[in-house]
């Protein structure tokens, strides 16, 4: 249940060190997938963790990896996969805060880079690698100048993304670089594990090795539909052929009110054309806003999302590119401009806000050709 009693980090066996570090970040007691899963992680298991949006996921595996770093500091001593390259610099950033006492050096292997500089990074021996399949698989079968073959942890973050088939060539070139399991620890973890667990289990487990599984939402069917109870979710209907104005309508309802005008806001669309369109009209009609898709250059993906975070603009314009493991505070508001068709893609949008406890806002316009999908 998520209402039950919370441990203390004391409790559950963290050391001072690292209590001091979360604490000066805000973090004053262990959410609740933080209490379930660090101590299994502390025992050495392998551990699968699925919990709603917003619940503190990248400390439950950063930390039991920090605390082992601290006792035997060598090389690269961990690699964490995430499916997208804004995602894996924010774990490198939160990596980075609260292993500060250790002088941890970190590298991040994503995309947008130029291949050869970025290929020296891994070279150099960071502690933690943060990579997206596809870049590190083509650095693994393109150089030798680095080796993954003594890490004690493997991290999957958003897990069931990665192992839903799209990224299953550039894993398998990843674990075959990999010790064999029974000589690391695997964490995986998502907000909706459910259709992909069964996959997970059998890439963790080796013979007489079961896994740490915890689910916050309980086994029950609704597991992969739950939303946090801070989250208002709302729909608007409207005809097809004036979509676009009742979407610009409900923006400018929100921002010319006296709650709306210091709140962010992401939109999700469809595609890549759609996202780079709205945020140009929406720009144009008096409410500056920036677009996240994948057709942009890394530098400008990064400093899109960049402007936002610091309010530079209110408004994110993205398409699912940003709906996995984003954590900006103060987002208030998720716009999805159409109804997704697959169940946890709503609940990773609307994840984008409602997060650490907070309220939060989720309107999605619907129209005559999306009620079935509703």
């Given at each position: 249940?998520?209402?039950?009693e919370?441990l203390s980090?004391?409790?559950?066996?963290i050391?001072?060190?690292?209590?001091?570090?979360?604490?000066?970040?805000?973090?004053?007691?262990?959410?609740?997938?933080?209490?379930k899963?660090?101590?299994?992680?502390?025992?050495?298991?392998?551990?699968?963790?699925?919990?709603?949006?917003g619940s503190?996921?990248?400390?439950?595996?950063?930390?039991?990896?920090?605390?082992?770093?601290?006792?035997?500091p060598?090389?690269?001593?961990?690699?964490?996969l995430?499916?997208t390259r804004?995602?894996?610099?924010?774990?490198?950033d939160?990596?980075?805060?609260?292993?500060?006492?250790?002088?941890?050096?970190?590298?991040?292997?994503?995309?947008g880079?130029?291949?050869?500089?970025?290929?020296?990074?891994p070279?150099?021996?960071?502690h933690?690698?943060?990579?997206?399949?596809?870049?590190?698989?083509?650095?693994?079968?393109?150089?030798?100048?680095?080796?993954l073959?003594?890490?004690?942890?493997?991290?999957?973050?958003?897990?069931?993304?990665?192992v839903?088939?799209g990224?299953?060539?550039?894993?398998k070139?990843?674990?075959?670089?990999?010790?064999?399991?029974?000589?690391?620890?695997?964490?995986?973890?998502?907000?909706?594990?459910s259709?992909?667990?069964?996959?997970?289990?059998e890439?963790?487990?080796?013979?007489?090795?079961?896994p740490?599984?915890?689910?916050?939402?309980?086994?029950?069917?609704k597991?992969?539909?739950?939303?946090?109870?801070?989250?208002?979710?709302r729909?608007?209907?409207?005809?097809?052929?004036?979509?676009?104005?009742?979407?610009?309508?409900?923006?400018?309802?929100?921002y010319d009110?006296?709650?709306?005008?210091?709140?962010?806001?992401?939109?999700?669309?469809?595609t890549?054309?759609?996202?780079?369109?709205?945020?140009?009209?929406?720009?144009?009609?008096?409410?500056?806003?920036s677009?996240l898709?994948?057709?942009?250059?890394q530098?400008?993906r990064?400093?899109?999302?960049?402007?936002?975070?610091?309010?530079?603009?209110?408004?994110?314009v993205?398409?699912?590119?940003?709906?996995?493991?984003?954590d900006?505070?103060?987002v208030?508001?998720?716009?999805?401009?159409n109804?997704?068709?697959?169940?946890?893609?709503?609940i990773?949008?609307?994840?984008?806000?409602?997060?650490?406890?907070?309220?939060?806002?989720?309107?999605?316009?619907?129209?005559?050709?999306?009620?079935?999908?509703?």
């Amino acid at each position: 249940m998520e209402d039950e009693e919370l441990l203390s980090f004391e409790e559950i066996g963290i050391k001072s060190w690292l209590i001091r570090q979360c604490r000066g970040m805000g973090v004053n007691r262990p959410t609740l997938v933080q209490s379930k899963c660090i101590p299994a992680a502390l025992k050495g298991c392998d551990v699968i963790g699925c919990s709603k949006t917003g619940s503190g996921k990248t400390l439950a595996f950063a930390i039991p990896i920090l605390q082992a770093l601290s006792e035997d500091p060598y090389g690269i001593f961990s690699l964490i996969l995430t499916p997208t390259r804004e995602l894996a610099v924010q774990i490198s950033d939160q990596f980075r805060a609260v292993g500060k006492p250790l002088n941890l050096r970190d590298c991040v292997v994503v995309g947008g880079r130029d291949m050869v500089m970025q290929g020296k990074d891994p070279s150099k021996k960071p502690h933690i690698v943060i990579a997206t399949p596809g870049r590190l698989a083509d650095h693994l079968q393109s150089c030798d100048t680095f080796s993954l073959k003594k890490i004690k942890f493997l991290v999957l973050d958003e897990a069931d993304r990665l192992v839903d088939g799209g990224f299953d060539g550039q894993l398998k070139t990843i674990f075959s670089s990999l010790p064999p399991t029974e000589q690391r620890q695997t964490f995986y973890y998502s907000a909706t594990l459910s259709d992909s667990l069964q996959k997970i289990k059998e890439l963790s487990v080796s013979k007489g090795r079961e896994p740490f599984v915890w689910q916050s939402c309980g086994d029950d069917q609704k597991s992969d539909i739950a939303t946090v109870k801070g989250l208002d979710q709302r729909y608007v209907l409207t005809p097809s052929d004036a979509k676009d104005a009742y979407l610009a309508q409900v923006v400018r309802q929100h921002y010319d009110s006296e709650d709306g005008e210091k709140d962010l806001t992401i939109i999700f669309t469809r595609t890549c054309k759609l996202c780079q369109l709205l945020a140009m009209t929406l720009t144009s009609l008096g409410y500056p806003s920036s677009a996240l898709h994948s057709m942009m250059a890394q530098k400008e993906r990064a400093l899109s999302l960049a402007k936002f975070r610091s309010s530079q603009v209110k408004i994110l314009v993205a398409t699912d590119l940003a709906s996995r493991g984003l954590d900006i505070p103060d987002v208030q508001l998720v716009l999805n401009h159409n109804v997704p068709h697959v169940t946890k893609d709503y609940i990773h949008r609307v994840g984008r806000t409602a997060r650490a406890g907070n309220q939060g806002r989720a309107i999605t316009i619907v129209t005559q050709y999306d009620i079935e999908t509703l």
